[in-house]
C-alpha cells in the first residue's frame, strides 16, 4: 500500500525555473521524506522534515509540511538539466514504515 | 564510506526457476531493507531487518519468498519459484537510526522473468 500521493505526476519544465512537486498523505506521521531517483539507478535521500517543522532548506531545495492538510511540497529553484530524475515523497508513520508514493517524473529541457 | 551494495545488477530467468539477490548494507547500519519496485511505481516494502530479526515481513509472500539476515550484516532474499509477475526491481536499502532516520538505497537488482 502507498499512503503519498505526489502531484502532478509528471512535469516538464525549462532549464533555470523553479519546480514544485507536492504530496499528500492520509494517516499521521513522524516524519516526511524526499528521495531522487535517477533512470536505472537506486533512491538518494534528498531531504527530510519533522512533523513539527513547517520548512526545511538544503540548497537548492526548499521542503514545506502542512500537518493540518496532510501535505508537503518540494521546490527545486533554478532547476538544471541535471535535476531531471523521479522524486518520491516518503512518510514515516509510528509503526516505524517508511511507505512511498509513486513517484513524479521531472523532466528539465536545457 | 562504501555505499549498499547489491548483486547481482541484472538477472534474466526463466518462470518457476529460482533466483537469489545478495545485499550488503553500510557497515555499521543494523536496519535493513528489501523493497520492491514496479515499472513506474515506488518502492514497497517487502521485508525490515534489525539486526538478524525481521521486524516487518507482513509484505512478504512467503509462499514463494524467504530472506535471511545471518549475523546482522548481509542479506539474501530468494524467490521460489518466481512466476512472470514478480519481474521488477529489488531495492535494498540500509539505515542507522529505525525509527526515524533516512534510508540509503543500493543500485538494486533487476529481474526479468520469461
Known amino acids: 500500500s502507498q499512503q503519498g500521493e505526489e502531484d502532478p505526476q509528471a512535469l516538464s519544465i525549462q532549464e533555470g525555473e523553479n519546480a514544485t512537486m507536492n504530496c499528500s498523505y492520509k494517516t499521521s506521521i513522524n516524519n516526511l521524506q524526499w528521495y531522487r531517483q535517477n533512470s536505472g539507478r537506486g533512491l538518494v535521500h534528498l531531504i527530510l522534515i519533522r512533523s513539527n517543522e513547517r520548512e526545511k532548506h538544503s540548497g537548492r531545495l526548499r521542503v514545506t509540511l502542512d500537518t493540518s492538510k496532510k501535505s508537503s511540497s518540494l521546490l527545486i529553484t533554478a532547476s538544471r538539466a541535471a535535476d531531471t530524475a523521479s522524486y518520491f515523497c516518503?512518510?514515516?508513520?509510528?509503526?516505524?514504515?517508511?511507505?512511498f508514493g509513486k513517484g513524479i517524473t521531472l523532466s528539465v529541457r536545457p | 564510506e562504501a555505499g549498499v551494495v547489491q548483486s547481482p545488477r541484472y538477472k534474466i530467468i526463466e518462470k518457476k526457476q529460482p533466483v537469489a539477490f545478495w545485499c550488503n548494507p553500510i557497515?555499521?547500519?543494523?536496519?535493513l531493507y528489501w523493497y520492491l519496485q514496479n515499472l513506474g511505481q515506488g518502492p514497497e516494502l517487502l521485508i525490515r531487518?534489525?539486526?538478524?530479526?525481521?521486524?516487518?515481513d507482513s509484505q512478504l509472500p512467503k509462499d514463494r519468498f524467504s530472506a535471511e539476515r545471518l549475523k546482522g550484516v548481509d542479506s539474501t532474499l530468494k524467490i521460489q519459484p518466481a512466476e512472470l509477475g514478480d519481474s521488477a526491481v529489488y531495492l535494498c536499502a540500509s539505515s542507522s537510526t529505525p525509527d526515524r532516520g533516512h534510508l540509503f538505497f543500493g543500485p538494486g537488482t533487476r529481474l526479468t522473468v520469461l
Open positions: 557497515s555499521g547500519h543494523n536496519t
Open positions: 531487518y534489525e539486526n538478524e530479526e525481521a521486524v516487518d
Open positions: 516518503a512518510t514515516h508513520g509510528a509503526n516505524s514504515k517508511l511507505t
